[in-house]
C-alpha cells in the first residue's frame, strides 16, 4: 500500500511564499512520475508542476518561474516552492504519485492567498 501526506499548506499574503512537502510510504518501488495537483471548487484539478524519475520538471504556465518542484530520495519527499503568490494560486493542492501506471493521492492541503 502507498501513501502520500502532504503538509505545508496555509493562510499567506500574495507576494509571499509556501513551501508544501509530500512524504511518500510503502511500496514506491516503480515510481515514475510524481506530481503537485491543484483544485478549485467548481473546477477540474489541474497538473500545477511534474517531476520524473530522473529529475526532469514539467511545470503549468501560470506557475512557471514561481514554482518550483523537486525530490528528495533519500527521504522519499517531494516538495514544491511556491513564491510570489498571488490570489489566483488559492487551492487544495494534491500530491500525485505514478506507480506502474497506478495513481496515487493524498488527502490534499489548502493554501490560501489573501490579496
Known amino acids: 500500500q502507498v501513501q502520500l501526506v502532504e503538509s505545508g499548506g496555509g493562510l499567506v499574503q500574495a507576494g509571499g511564499s509556501l513551501r508544501l512537502s509530500c512524504a511518500v510510504s510503502?511500496?514506491?518501488?516503480?515510481?515514475?512520475?510524481m506530481g503537485w495537483y491543484r483544485q478549485v471548487p467548481g473546477k477540474q484539478r489541474e497538473l500545477a508542476a511534474q517531476?520524473?524519475?530522473?529529475?526532469?520538471?514539467n511545470y503549468a504556465d501560470s506557475v512557471k518561474g514561481r514554482f518550483t518542484i523537486s525530490r528528495d530520495n533519500a527521504k522519499n519527499t517531494m516538495y514544491l516552492q511556491m513564491n510570489s503568490l498571488k490570489p489566483e494560486d488559492t487551492a487544495v493542492y494534491y500530491c500525485?504519485?505514478?506507480?506502474?501506471?497506478?495513481?496515487?493521492w493524498g488527502q490534499g492541503t489548502q493554501v490560501t492567498v489573501s490579496s
Open positions: 500525485n504519485a505514478l506507480i506502474f501506471g497506478s495513481a496515487y
Open positions: 510503502g511500496n514506491i518501488f516503480g515510481i515514475s512520475f
Open positions: 517531476i520524473t524519475i530522473g529529475g526532469n520538471t
